[in-house]
């Protein structure tokens, strides 16, 4: 009886702060969200005003986007629109790309890539050793095709991962999106400042020995798919960082923290890394662009995590600044008292004599 009256008792004590935690972590994946979804807008203002301006043309994805973000004033539809706009946003941004590139990005770093892996590989390239000893060089072989598959998911796996966390786990789904938004937008940004060619395009140019493209070759099977899926790369020198590394690692590390505990959630892991060999294997990536595809995703979804951590410090620096300046002027008030006595009171007789 008191055992179960103590166990109650614990259990009702723990629940207001399990669920203030709760309502803490939904309230600030809810300022995340609105946070990108501001930036958006200020970018979706800024794209429309490079089509006015004809420096890209006006893409589907454009109007979709503003269909969207017209539909955030709609009741109820703003919930969800804002949530999933990010997505398609991270598509008008690559249409963007491919035309703003030849305005800004420099000369294409060709052989420099493939010149630093042989050093570091002793005088071999690993996507053309890879291939040679493993397959690959004449079409994919049997292992090879779920790595193609893999690499394909890149498109739709960060919605998937995305309504997975919207509807179980609604208060990590504002940093997701918000890491998922910044590892894109910063990698686009690094294709323009750096454009590096593929190890495919670099063998075309006779920079590698000969390499098949086996996402290309294996689509190729399918009537018109392989030429579509070809052709529709605008900007093919964006080799570095490798964001179909960056976003698996960005999606893995959000499920991890969404699970909480459990020694399993750490398998989410895998994906990222098959993904690291897969890119390499497959012709698109050098190891160089895979490793640091890894740590962009993962140094994106640290600055997320940080920046709420960086704001509780600084609030919590300020008021214990605050708290001791004022335990100091308490401190001093007393001291300044005793310093500093009354003067005594005129005497009855003094004050009598003065009087008329």
């Given at each position: 009886m008191l055992l179960g009256a103590v166990v109650r008792r614990g259990h009702g004590a723990t629940l207001p702060a399990a669920a203030t935690r709760v309502r803490a972590a939904s309230d600030r994946s809810a300022r995340t969200l609105a946070v990108v979804n501001a930036a958006i807008a200020v970018y979706a203002v800024g794209s429309v005003g490079l089509v006015l301006t004809h420096r890209v043309g006006l893409t589907a994805e454009h109007a979709i986007l503003l269909v969207l973000l017209a539909a955030g004033f709609v009741?109820?539809?703003?919930?969800?629109?804002?949530?999933?706009?990010p997505f398609l946003f991270v598509a008008v941004m690559f249409e963007d790309l491919g035309s703003l590139q030849p305005l800004v990005a420099g000369a294409v770093h060709s052989a420099g890539p493939a010149v630093f892996e042989r050093a570091l590989f002793g005088g071999v390239n690993a996507a053309?050793?890879?291939?040679?000893h493993l397959g690959g060089l004449h079409g994919a072989q049997w292992w090879q095709l779920p790595?193609?598959?893999?690499?394909?998911?890149?498109?739709?796996?960060?919605?998937?991962?995305?309504?997975?966390?919207y509807w179980r786990f609604r208060s990590r789904f504002g940093d997701y999106v918000a890491a998922y938004s910044l590892v894109m937008a910063a990698g686009f940004a690094v294709y323009l400042v750096y454009p590096e060619m593929p190890?495919?395009?670099?063998?075309?140019?006779?920079?590698?020995?000969?390499?098949?493209?086996?996402?290309?070759?294996?689509?190729?099977?399918?009537?018109?798919?392989?030429?579509?899926?070809a052709g529709a790369d605008l900007f093919?020198?964006?080799?570095?960082?490798?964001?179909?590394v960056a976003v698996p690692m960005v999606i893995a590390l959000s499920l991890i923290a969404a699970r909480g505990t459990g020694r399993a959630r750490w398998l989410w892991l895998l994906y990222p890394l098959t993904m690291a060999f897969a890119v390499v294997d497959l012709g698109e990536h050098y190891v160089a662009d895979a490793v640091a595809g890894l740590a962009f995703g993962a140094g994106c979804f640290g600055v997320v995590g940080a920046v709420p951590a960086l704001?509780?410090?600084?609030?919590?620096?300020?008021?214990?600044?605050?708290?001791?300046?004022?335990?100091?002027?308490?401190?001093?008030?007393?001291?300044?008292?005793?310093?500093?006595?009354?003067?005594?009171?005129?005497?009855?007789?003094?004050?009598?004599?003065?009087?008329?």
């Open positions: 009741p109820r539809l703003r919930g969800l629109s804002r949530a999933f706009v053309v050793w890879l291939q040679q790595l193609v598959a893999e690499y394909l998911s890149h498109f739709v796996a960060p919605i998937l991962a995305g309504g997975y966390l190890p495919w395009l670099a063998a075309q140019h006779g920079l590698l020995q000969p390499l098949n493209r086996l996402v290309v070759s294996t689509l190729s099977h399918l009537p018109g798919i392989g030429r579509l899926y093919p020198d964006g080799a570095m960082p490798s964001l179909h704001g509780r410090a600084v609030h919590r620096a300020t008021w214990q600044h605050g708290y001791a300046s004022t335990s100091a002027r308490r401190k001093r008030a007393p001291e300044a008292m005793i310093a500093a006595p009354a003067k005594p009171a005129a005497s009855r007789s003094a004050v009598d004599s003065v009087a008329p």
